[in-house]
């Protein structure tokens, strides 16, 4: 069993950067693989980045859309998966959602993962 919490969103300008966090619990989170999603109003939830567990080899996989600019990455010993998001545009505007994986398949679909956070807020200022 996993809980998920994430924080660090709020508002920024375009161009700005914001890192968010997700905190899981359990001292088997480093087992599972890491994932955000995002969903703006009225628009489906849509995959962001993910990240494989550290014994799988912790590769990380992003959106075509954030390529370049997010970065996914985890500190272990704290259980927290971290997304560094730079050159904010007003499009990512979005509730974020972490989510984990135990047994992922298929890392931007997100019926692929188990466990689920309440979200965070991000929104960018043009």
């Known amino acids: 069993q996993v809980q998920l919490v994430e924080s660090g969103g709020g508002l920024v300008q375009a161009g700005g950067s914001l890192r968010l966090s997700c905190a899981a619990s359990?001292?088997?989170?480093?087992?599972?693989?890491m994932g955000w999603f995002r969903q703006a109003p009225g628009k489906e939830r849509e995959f962001v980045a993910a990240?494989?567990?550290?014994?799988?080899?912790?590769?990380?996989y992003y959106a075509d859309s954030v390529k370049g600019r997010f970065t996914i990455s985890r500190d272990n010993a704290k259980n927290t998966v971290y997304h560094q998001m730079n050159s904010l545009k007003p499009e990512d505007t979005a509730v974020y959602y972490c989510?984990?994986?135990?047994?992922?398949?298929?890392?931007?679909?997100?019926?692929?993962?188990?466990?689920w956070g309440q979200g965070t807020q991000v929104t960018v200022s043009s």
């Open positions: 989510a984990a994986a135990l047994h992922p398949t298929t890392w931007y679909r997100g019926d692929e993962y188990d466990y």
């Open positions: 359990g001292r088997t989170s480093s087992s599972y693989a």
């Open positions: 990240i494989a567990s550290s014994w799988s080899g912790g590769w990380t």
